[in-house]
């Protein structure tokens, strides 16, 4: 196992530092685990290891990403039992090829200057808010009150794995585009969920 190799300490690194991204983004709360409702499930959580490789195949990288059991998640939600999951909707929208294309016409047509960014840990930041999910902290990161109960988090952001990450990491940021965002707002384009389209002295900017 990773923990057992020859680089145990560079995976120990890897999970500190998942572990600091987490609490940097306020991805959870500390709840002692005899406080969680009985009719509310507590999922589980795992640690996943994965060497980045770069030019002729050398390792670059590790990254450790900490990722919510989204199978017990669809099993809770069929179930029907806990207030957890009472409502499971997943559907988050992609651009269209044809939708991309046609901002990048746009912007050539108007002299536009184009720019791409990526979003560091994106669904770290899609916030919950329309309901409580309890997570067990993998074992490496796990921690207990001087009673000696465990800890476990309640989820304020999504976690990579759940079924509805993408969902929430959408809403999250169209919800900034079109209400938080006040020097350049954007208004969402009705036909294109992934396009957004701000007036800028009366001419529209993708």
């Known amino acids: 196992s990773a923990t057992k190799g020859n680089d ?3 995976w120990f690194g890897a999970a500190d530092a998942e572990d ?5 983004f306020g991805v959870y709360q500390c709840v002692p685990a005899d406080e969680v409702p009985g009719d509310e499930d507590i999922f589980d959580t795992m640690l996943l290891c994965k060497r980045k490789r770069g030019t002729g195949n050398v390792v670059t990288k590790y990254k450790v990403r900490c990722v919510l059991c989204g199978n017990q998640m669809v099993a809770s939600a069929k179930r029907g039992e806990s207030k957890t999951t009472a409502d499971m909707r997943t559907h988050s929208p992609a651009i269209r090829c044809s939708s991309l294309k046609t901002n990048f016409a746009v912007g050539v047509l108007h002299n536009m200057r184009q720019r791409d960014f990526d979003v560091d840990a994106a669904y770290l930041q899609g916030v919950y808010v329309d309901r409580r999910v309890f997570a067990r902290a993998p074992k490496y990161l796990r921690r207990y009150d001087e009673r000696g109960v465990e800890y476990v988090w309640l989820l304020l952001r999504a976690l990579y794995g759940g079924p ?4 929430l990491w959408y809403n999250t940021y169209a919800h900034y585009m079109m209400h938080e965002e006040t020097v350049c707002p ?20 993708p």
């Open 186 to 205: 954007f208004q969402r384009c009705h036909f294109e969920p992934c396009t957004f389209v701000s007036v800028i002295d009366g001419e529209a900017t």
């Open 20 to 24: 600091d991204n987490l609490q940097r």
């Open 8 to 10: 145990s300490q560079k």
């Open 164 to 167: 509805d990450s993408g969902r």
